[in-house]
């Protein structure tokens, strides 16, 4: 048997190259789950792999693809059987094991969750590890004490995966969301996800003081660097900044001022090592909160061969929401 998928390979002079191929699934990794991928999504950590970046990837040839979702087609494990929906994110596929950019996938079973069934694989897909980042920032910002009452929540980078579902999550909730945006043209499609007002970057435009008056009640921040310590100095006394990505660096000239004097708690997310319950409960507020109409317009679907153009698109952060790919279109 035969598997259709994007394999990534370092060559001798030390560039990358990407190739649509047919492999035997006897070449694919260890595992005790085999996966029929039905969609694979798109996410910033792929772009870094599929340009070779980031020394993410610890052998080559590679398949990359950090999230995917499909059918089971053979299982070792008792909890999957044949024909069953699963979403698989995190856990390193598409970084240390072979990922989703492919029409077949072998992983640990540990690494899956059933597919909630009111979500198909391809809004599975739509949502992803952005979703999931998304779902987990929220959650985390109530668990500070950030509510609706308490003031306007900032989403940063709100024209990419995490920030445009963090946008529509916060909304449903009832929340007033400030969309950050360097593209003045996505206002309108983010105040349709359901944001109160979409903002410049220059709201965190470099300020040279140690605190600002406070403007927002939480964050949830996917751009980091410079403009993350900007944004410590505008936040509510007790509030909190959910900090997810690194779109605009991963360091800033710090102080512990907003901690000290403010009490702002700066709360790290890491959707990756996630273990299986919290996964299947995120997954569970995810399908009962998202709203597949609502987002259709941030949606782009692609074709493998599409991947490596994608993957320098995300690395320029002009995505517009996600990207889905249908590995066996
Ligand atoms: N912690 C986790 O578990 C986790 C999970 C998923 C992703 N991430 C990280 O979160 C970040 C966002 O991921 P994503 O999938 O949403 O990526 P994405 O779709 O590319 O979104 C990033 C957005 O950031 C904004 N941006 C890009 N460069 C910027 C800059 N120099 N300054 C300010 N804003 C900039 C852009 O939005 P606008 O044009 O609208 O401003 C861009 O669309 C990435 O760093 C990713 O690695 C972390």
């Known amino acids: 048997m035969t598997f259709t998928a ?118 599975a897909m739509v949502l992803g590890t952005a979703g999931l980042t998304a779902m987990l920032a929220v959650n985390r910002l109530k668990a500070e004490g950030v509510s609706p009452a308490g003031g306007p929540i900032l989403v940063t980078g709100a024209g990419g995966g995490v920030g445009s579902i963090s946008t529509l999550l916060l909304a449903r909730l009832g929340y007033k969301v400030d969309a950050m945006s360097g593209r003045p043209e996505l206002a309108g499609p983010l105040k349709a996800l359901g944001a109160t007002d979409v903002v410049g970057r220059d709201v965190l435009a470099p300020s040279g003081k140690k605190l600002l008056p406070t403007r927002w009640a ?50 790290g997310i890491d959707s990756v090592m996630q273990p299986f319950a919290a996964r299947v409960s995120a997954w569970d507020r995810l399908t009962s909160l998202f709203s597949p109409a609502v987002y259709h317009s941030m949606v782009r679907e692609v074709s493998l061969a599409e991947l490596p153009e994608i993957g320098n698109a995300i690395l320029k952060g002009a995505i517009r929401g996600r990207v889905v790919c249908k590995p066996g279109a």
Request: proline share 5%; with cysteine; glycine share 16%.
């Open 6 to 123: 994007l394999v990534t390979e370092r060559r001798e002079d030390g560039g990358i190259a990407n190739t649509v191929t047919h492999l035997e699934e006897s070449a694919l990794p260890e595992g005790n789950v085999l996966v029929g991928v039905e969609w694979a999504g798109f996410n910033y950590k792929d772009g870094l792999v599929l340009a070779g970046q980031g020394g993410l990837v610890r052998h080559y040839p590679h398949i990359g693809g950090v999230d995917f979702a499909g059918r089971v087609i053979e299982s070792s494990d008792h909890r999957y059987h044949p024909g069953q929906a699963v979403v698989l994110t995190g856990w390193r596929v598409g970084e240390w094991h072979w990922g989703g950019f492919a029409t077949r996938a072998r992983v640990n079973a540990d690494w899956l969750v059933p597919l909630p069934k009111k979500l198909s694989t391809r809004d």
């Open 218 to 267: 939480g964050a949830i921040d996917s751009v980091g660097g410079a403009p993350l310590g900007e944004l410590l100095k505008q936040i509510n006394p007790g509030g909190c900044v959910a900090s997810v990505g690194l779109a605009a660096g991963d360091s800033w000239d710090a102080s512990v001022v907003p901690f000290i004097l403010r009490g702002v708690t700066l709360a």
